[in-house]
């Protein structure tokens, strides 16, 4: 697999990258040394994908296959738009291939998202606002989608337990998003970060997903407490 010969790889900082540290404090020079000895960042950069997160939906997809083409996909939280680069890929829906069905790629976030071949990005847009709905609904084929991707997270504050609570509400509202635009059968990738709640945020989850399962993907780093549910066979609640 491509994710264990980047293992294998050992990264020696360059003397112009040490130079940069000098200058910097404590903190960020122990960011930008993680960032300098880690294989997923060199390698997102060779492959120009815009942030070292391809390479968990890259490997969660090599294993269960969610992103096919002709899928329709929305990408919540999209910015900097690494997912959706490989959404647009596995779907074709920059119709490289033209002997393969043309999938669709919807990007969402509160930030701007730099445009990208292949997506239709919402820029400046809040997930759970109705109006949000509706222009998805407008975009999608027949309105609706097979796959929900979420990495998106609040700004960390430092208090791991809020934190993790915020998001366990995020990865809620996307149960919601889903009643409106998920196909049944369809399936929802979502990060959380591990604590109390994660059990809570399972049920309900499975409350409406036949199939739920947790996964740690080899880049996610392995003092991070982000996990990530994947839910399979969406049903519609009953009213």
């Known amino acids: 697999m491509w994710w264990l010969s980047f293992q294998r790889r050992a990264f020696h900082s360059s003397l112009r990258s040490l130079k940069k540290l000098k200058g910097k404090t404590p903190a960020?020079?122990?960011?930008?040394?993680?960032?300098?000895?880690?294989?997923?960042?060199?390698a997102s950069h060779a492959q120009n994908f815009r942030c070292r997160s391809a390479f968990k939906l890259l490997e969660i997809d090599d294993k269960f296959r969610l992103l096919q083409p002709g899928r329709s996909v929305v990408d919540c939280g999209a910015a900097p738009g690494a997912w959706s680069q490989v959404a647009v890929q596995r779907v074709n829906s920059a119709r490289t291939d033209p002997e393969l069905p043309f999938g669709t790629v919807v990007g969402i976030d509160l930030l701007n998202i730099p445009p990208l071949d292949g997506a239709h990005f919402l820029s400046n847009h809040d997930v759970t606002d109705p109006a949000t709905h509706a222009k998805l609904r407008g975009l999608l084929p027949g309105g609706q989608a097979h796959v929900i991707l979420s990495d998106m997270a609040p700004n960390a504050s430092g208090f791991r337990e809020m934190d993790h609570e915020k998001l366990v509400t995020m990865c809620v509202t996307l149960i919601d998003l889903a009643e409106k635009i998920l196909q049944p059968g369809g399936s929802l990738l979502c990060k959380y970060w591990d604590g109390i709640l994660a059990h809570k945020l399972q049920e309900k989850l499975s409350?409406?997903?036949?199939?739920?399962?947790t996964l740690k993907p080899h880049a996610s780093r392995k003092d991070s407490a982000e996990r990530y549910f994947f839910a399979r066979m969406y049903r519609k609640p009953v009213k």
């Open 207 to 213: 409350s409406v997903f036949s199939s739920v399962q």
């Open 28 to 42: 960020e020079q122990r960011w930008m040394l993680r960032q300098l000895k880690d294989p997923y960042v060199k």
